[in-house]
């Protein structure tokens, strides 16, 4: 599935780009490692704050899932891996 791997460095920079001060970039999976390095990608290579902690909630229903894949993860109590991005407003610093 690399090849299929939307999250690479021209997309980040396109969503740098794109993305207007203080909206966020939502990214999750159910691959650990593709979680981390993604991760690692997003902070080596944009300015975005974070990963900031998405808190996971129980779904009220079977179809309370945001992807096919996210419900076929979660109903085998699969983690899903979580993180939001937020870019900063222009001249700002932490």
């Not at 997309?11 to 990214?27: E, I, N």
């Not at 902690?53 to 085998?76: I, S």
Request: hydrophobic share 35%; proline share 5%; aromatic share 10%.
């Amino acid at each position: 599935h690399l090849v299929r791997r939307v999250l690479n460095e021209a997309f980040l920079a396109d969503v740098v780009r794109t993305l207007k001060p203080q909206c966020k970039l939502h990214f999750w999976t159910d691959v650990k490692e593709y979680f981390d390095s993604t991760l690692k990608l997003i902070a080596d290579k944009t300015p975005l704050v974070g990963p900031l902690e998405v808190p996971q909630r129980t779904a009220e229903h079977d179809l309370d899932y945001r992807t096919h894949f996210e419900r076929r993860t979660r109903m085998n109590e699969a983690p899903v891996y979580r993180a939001e991005f937020v870019k900063e407003e222009v001249g700002s610093s932490q």
